[in-house]
């Protein structure tokens, strides 16, 4: 399995360009988030996703849209790129809504380091 | 509102050391509370996480102490190693209707000296 796959690894964007970020998992996972990461700071929850054409906002979701038509992809679209979303993006999924025991723990990508100048 | 958190920013410890990072959490409905280790340039990955059922729980080297009245828990790394040198993020969520959302802390970056 590879696991949760995120492209591209870097990228660098001028004001009010858009992009996508990509996210796919192969473990058949049902829930899927997006984080971002600002230096010296926690994760931050932009998006998730409970299953196929379900999603929901997070705790810092503007500027930002996703979609998931199908269970193993979850992209993250910025509409209008601002200096505010320079940040380290994560993709993550796990198995399940209610986490008994570590086994129910959130697998993350390996990030998407973006610039916006 | 930062509900999850994390002290301290930064930590040095001597090889062999027990560094102790300590977490603080607001909301009772928080049951779920998972220790994530992150290297530069990787992905967060799953340390170690603990359910307030319990007041300790020990994996390897890595113990967490959990003080469900005071509304804190902590990690704390044995016999601390150079290849430990890492940032640590706490992490919590409710178990249910919260979809296992993490609402993460600020995070620690530890070094521990050869």
């Known amino acids: 399995n590879a696991g949760v796959t995120q492209t591209p690894k870097f990228r660098i964007l001028k004001i009010g360009q858009s992009m996508t970020l990509q996210c796919t998992q192969d473990?058949?996972?049902?829930?899927m988030y997006w984080y971002r990461q600002d230096p010296g700071m926690g994760l931050k929850l932009i998006y998730y996703?409970?299953?196929?054409?379900?999603?929901d906002k997070g705790e810092v979701p503007n500027g930002y849209n996703v979609s998931r038509s199908t269970t193993e992809d979850f992209p993250l679209r910025l509409e209008l790129a601002a200096p505010s979303q320079t940040s380290v993006y994560f993709c993550?999924?796990?198995?399940?809504?209610?986490?008994?025991?570590?086994?129910?723990?959130?697998?993350f990508g390996p990030g998407t380091r973006l610039t916006v100048l | 509102q930062q509900q999850v958190k994390q002290s301290p920013q930064s930590l040095i410890v001597q090889k062999g050391g027990i560094p102790i990072i300590n977490c603080a959490y607001e909301?009772?409905?928080?049951?779920?509370f998972p220790w994530y280790q992150q290297f530069p340039g990787k992905g967060p990955a799953l340390l170690i996480a603990?359910?307030?059922?319990?007041s300790e729980k020990k994996e390897g080297r890595f113990t967490i102490s959990f003080n469900k009245s005071a509304k804190q828990f902590s990690l704390h790394i044995m016999d601390s190693q150079p290849g430990d040198s890492a940032t640590y993020f706490c992490?919590?969520?409710?178990?249910?209707?919260?979809?296992?959302?993490?609402?993460f802390g600020a995070g620690t970056r530890l070094a521990v000296h050869p």
């Open positions: 909301n009772t409905a928080f049951d779920y």
């Open positions: 996703s409970v299953g196929a054409g379900i999603t």
């Open positions: 993550a999924s796990t198995e399940t809504g209610i986490p008994q025991d570590a086994t129910d723990t959130q697998y």
């Open positions: 603990i359910r307030p059922d319990v």
């Open positions: 992490a919590a969520s409710p178990r249910t209707g919260g979809y296992n959302k993490l609402i």
């Open positions: 473990m058949n996972h049902n829930y």
